[in-house]
Antibody, heavy 120, light 106 residues
Framework: QVQLQESGPGLVKPSQTLSLTCAVS??????????WSWIRQSPGKGLEWIGY???????YYNPSLESRVTISVDTSKNQFSLKLGSVTAADTAVYYC????????????WGQGTLVTVSS | DIQMTQSPSTLSASVGDRVTITCRAS??????LAWYQQRPGQAPKLLIY???TLETGVPSRFSASGSGTEFTLTISSLHPDDFATYYC????????FGQGTKLEIK
């Protein structure tokens, strides 16, 4: 059974870049057949999909965040990462990584989530 | 952008009750709809996909239906651990979630 685990700083200053990593165990990102997403949840905006990546490196981003988001994959480490630039307090949220099948598929596995607070 | 609207936002019920949650999409999404359950402090858990298919291991008291723009999730007889927040999600065009329905104990 695949497991996902987010890691990264819990506090980021305004205007800086938020960086998170999702480590995948119990399955290989390189095996294909899945997309790997970042999703966030805040009291103000609910659940919001940020973007996903395939093991090939192909990415798809939420248009509302696309200008600030980069998702990358490291198949040698079986992990993928999120960078969100120019953060403000509105980016404070619990950030989840999740897996789905090749589109269109829902998220069948999630990490436990990590709280990121944007504050000086 | 496809918007998802759930109703009600909060639902008060008792153990053993039958409850229904509704989800409406702003445009047709065929059957590309999922339902998730989220307990406090936990990640969402997939319950239903393709509008009406139960994920493996989900109790049969959960059922769902709909297509196009109107969808429902029904719990036939509430158990104590069903009190949680439920989200619908479309995956016809990227992903968007409903705002959630909090199911609370009456």
């Amino acid at each position: 059974q695949v497991q996902l685990q987010e890691s990264g700083p819990g506090l980021v200053k305004p205007s800086q870049t938020l960086s998170l990593t999702c480590a995948v165990s119990g399955g290989s990102i390189s095996s294909g057949g899945h997309s790997w997403s970042w999703i966030r949840q805040s009291p103000g905006k609910g659940l919001e999909w940020i973007g996903y990546i395939y093991y090939t490196g192909s990415t798809y981003y939420n248009p509302s965040l696309e200008s600030r988001v980069t998702i990358s994959v490291d198949t040698s480490k079986n992990q993928f990462s999120l960078k969100l630039g120019s953060v403000t307090a509105a980016d404070t949220a619990v950030y989840y990584c999740a897996r789905a099948g090749t589109m269109p598929q829902p998220f069948d596995s999630w990490g436990q989530g990590t709280l990121v607070t944007v504050s000086s | 952008d496809i918007q998802m609207t759930q109703s009600p936002s909060t639902l008060s019920a008792s153990v053993g009750d039958r409850v229904t949650i509704t989800c409406r999409a702003s445009q047709r999404i065929s059957s590309w709809l999922a339902w998730y359950q989220q307990r406090p402090g936990q990640a969402p858990k997939l319950l239903i996909y393709k509008a009406s298919t139960l994920e493996t291991g989900v109790p049969s008291r959960f059922s769902a239906s709909g297509s196009g723009t109107e969808f429902t999730l029904t719990i036939s007889s509430l158990h104590p651990d069903d009190f949680a927040t439920y989200y619908c999600q479309q995956y016809s065009s990227y992903y968007t979630f409903g705002q959630g329905t909090k199911l609370e104990i009456k």
